[in-house]
């Protein structure tokens, strides 16, 4: 399922500007896994943010796999997968109050992937 899951990454930021997650690849999988729409949506979330946190991934790609997910025909974000959306979301842009020197993805998503992942258990524990 982890390498499907990093494919279907890759499919989003190499078809950018358009979406690579198209609504065959992802009716494959989830076909093939035995899931619906919206838990498609929580494993792709969840794949980018660990991926996103482990430095697996970087925050351009991260954030191009959360985007295509968010405009994927059929699926209303909603729960987790939209609170991981806008996590990366805020790292799209420069702040007005922010100093110069602030950059977006690591002033505010890092930190906020990484309170989701802590708070929902996706870390391993120490």
Not at 48 to 59: D, L, M, P, T
Not at 91 to 101: I, K, L, Q, T, V
Request: with cysteine; glycine share 6%.
């Amino acid at each position: 399922m982890e390498e499907e899951l990093q494919q279907l990454v890759k499919e989003c930021y190499i078809a950018s500007p358009a979406n690579g997650l198209s609504s065959v690849s992802v009716g494959v999988f989830c076909t093939k896994h035995c899931v619906d729409l919206s838990h498609f949506a929580l494993v792709f979330a969840k794949h980018v943010a660990v991926e996103f946190a482990y430095g697996e991934i970087g925050y351009g790609e991260a954030s191009c796999a959360m985007n295509c997910l968010s405009e994927l025909h059929d699926t209303d974000l909603a729960g987790l997968p939209l609170e991981i959306y806008q996590s990366f979301d805020s790292g799209e842009y420069h702040r007005s109050s922010d100093p110069a020197a602030v950059i977006a993805w690591q002033q505010y998503t890092l930190p906020a992937i990484m309170d989701i992942l802590r708070r929902e258990g996706w870390l391993p524990r120490v």
